[in-house]
Nanobody, 125 residues
């Protein structure tokens, strides 16, 4: 049974940077789409960034465009999320997710069947 394991979260001050990693253990990184979601207390899980295989490209939520960059290293079975200019409103548990489904919508968490356990990001003002 494979699993996705996130790392790289932490507590930072506003304006700081983090790089989150998500390593696939027991899987070959050949998903149709991989994404990062986040969930703040009392809020719904939201998609922040996704990357599709082939020519599908990358997608970002409007709230993170220009600050977040998603990438993947298939040889290392790892997904990354580089975050710059962190804001207090970025505070949340960040989850990586992946789907084999060709029609998975990057922003819809219900379309993803593989999930990591989450990593906490806390941004102080």
């Amino acid at each position: 049974q494979g699993q996705l394991v996130e790392s790289g979260g932490g507590s930072v001050q506003a304006g700081g940077s983090l790089r989150l990693s998500c390593e696939a253990s027991g899987y070959t990184w050949a998903f149709n789409v991989a994404a990062w979601f986040r969930q703040a207390p009392g809020k719904e899980r939201e998609g922040v960034a996704a990357i599709y295989s082939g020519l599908g490209g990358t997608h970002y939520a409007d709230s993170v465009k220009g600050r977040f960059t998603i990438s993947q290293n298939n040889a290392k079975n790892t997904l990354y999320l580089q975050i710059h200019s962190l804001k207090p409103e970025d505070t949340a548990v960040y989850y990586c997710a992946a789907s084999d489904w060709y029609a998975a919508k990057w922003f819809d968490h219900t379309d993803f069947e593989y999930w990591g356990q989450g990593t906490q990001v806390t941004v102080s003002s």
